[in-house]
């Protein structure tokens, strides 16, 4: 459906991961070998927060419905600004029409999310998502996305106070609603949410069958490991990323998150815990 990938460290210049690496996320919208399609041409997004540990500091955001690997202005602008935590993702677009709106990361306040997978029969359990929105935060909804409608799911169940929690009842929301309309397996994907402090990536699906997801391996370990390997010296010791593929084909440089399993990464460093694992 998508790819995407999240970072947290030192400040960094997006280009480098986004751009530079070499399976980077704008050579994964052209071919993409392990995702559900080849090419996601159909928009990207990049967001990212100018400071860290900031409470309540609102990310910015650039999203265009061009093809990753075609905007001059991604490459200007991820060449351009650093920032110590980041997210970017480059759609293929699974039903909803190609619009900026439609583009992730979305964002809310300091909160923002994004998705790969897609909630099955969307158009038919859209009505029923919405409604359980809060009132207060619905007409904050901009485009017309399944992962849109499940972030303010989220947000409506407390995003804020508990994400785990919040996306756990969000996702059980829909798989009940999606039971009720004998949708089978409703659920899809891979999710990333963040504050600017901490990011909260999930791996989970309905049918226990979820798209790739990996995390990077302690950078200290990496950098003992390759001493020789110039590239690593870019990257402090805390960094690391959550993404859709690996970025490179160096050995024991990604680990795959396990099946519903909810990641975390802030600060602390890399941790996982079970996340939905009993249906």
């Given at each position: 459906?998508?790819?995407?990938?999240?970072?947290?460290?030192?400040?960094?210049?997006?280009?480098?991961?986004?751009?530079?690496?070499?399976?980077?996320?704008?050579?994964?919208?052209?071919?993409?070998?392990?995702?559900?399609?080849?090419?996601?041409?159909?928009?990207?997004?990049?967001?990212?927060?100018?400071?860290?540990?900031?409470?309540?500091?609102?990310?910015?955001?650039?999203?265009?419905?061009?093809?990753?690997?075609?905007?001059?202005?991604?490459?200007?602008?991820?060449?351009?600004?650093?920032?110590?935590?980041?997210?970017?993702?480059?759609?293929?677009?699974?039903?909803?029409?190609?619009?900026?709106?439609?583009?992730?990361?979305?964002?809310?306040?300091?909160?923002?999310?994004?998705?790969?997978g897609a909630l099955?029969?969307?158009?038919?359990?859209?009505?029923?998502?919405?409604?359980?929105?809060?009132?207060?935060?619905?007409?904050?909804?901009?485009?017309t996305t399944d992962?849109?409608?499940?972030?303010?799911?989220?947000?409506?169940?407390?995003?804020?106070?508990?994400?785990?929690?919040?996306?756990?009842?969000?996702?059980?929301?829909?798989?009940?609603?999606?039971?009720?309309?004998?949708?089978?397996?409703?659920?899809?994907?891979?999710?990333?949410?963040?504050?600017?402090?901490?990011?909260?990536?999930?791996?989970?699906?309905?049918?226990?069958?979820?798209?790739?997801?990996?995390?990077?391996?302690?950078?200290?370990?990496?950098?003992?490991?390759?001493?020789?390997?110039?590239?690593?010296?870019?990257?402090?010791?805390?960094?690391?990323?959550?993404?859709?593929?690996?970025?490179?084909?160096?050995?024991?440089?990604f680990i795959e998150?396990?099946?519903?399993?909810?990641?975390?990464?802030?600060?602390?460093?890399?941790?996982?815990?079970?996340?939905?694992?009993?249906?």
């Amino acid at each position: 459906m998508c790819r995407w990938l999240a970072y947290s460290g030192e400040a960094l210049t997006p280009s480098t991961l986004v751009l530079e690496t070499q399976h980077s996320l704008v050579a994964q919208s052209l071919n993409s070998p392990l995702g559900k399609e080849t090419v996601n041409g159909d928009g990207f997004g990049l967001g990212w927060y100018p400071e860290r540990d900031v409470p309540g500091s609102a990310p910015a955001l650039f999203r265009s419905i061009e093809p990753a690997w075609y905007d001059e202005n991604l490459r200007e602008i991820a060449q351009s600004i650093e920032s110590p935590l980041f997210f970017a993702h480059v759609r293929a677009a699974a039903g909803p029409p190609i619009q900026q709106t439609n583009c992730h990361p979305f964002r809310h306040e300091n909160w923002m999310f994004m998705h790969n997978g897609a909630l099955r029969q969307f158009d038919l359990m859209r009505r029923d998502m919405l409604l359980e929105v809060d009132p207060a935060l619905f007409s904050s909804i901009r485009g017309t996305t399944d992962s849109e409608a499940l972030f303010y799911l989220a947000l409506t169940y407390g995003l804020k106070v508990d994400p785990i929690a919040a996306m756990a009842r969000a996702i059980r929301e829909v798989e009940r609603i999606g039971a009720a309309l004998s949708v089978p397996n409703p659920v899809q994907g891979t999710f990333a949410v963040s504050n600017g402090m901490t990011i909260w990536a999930f791996r989970y699906s309905t049918a226990h069958a979820s798209r790739t997801l990996f995390h990077s391996e302690d950078m200290e370990t990496l950098q003992a490991t390759y001493p020789d390997l110039d590239r690593l010296r870019i990257f402090d010791a805390g960094a690391r990323v959550i993404v859709s593929e690996p970025l490179s084909d160096l050995p024991g440089a990604f680990i795959e998150v396990p099946e519903s399993t909810v990641s975390v990464l802030d600060r602390d460093g890399y941790r996982q815990e079970a996340f939905l694992r009993a249906a």
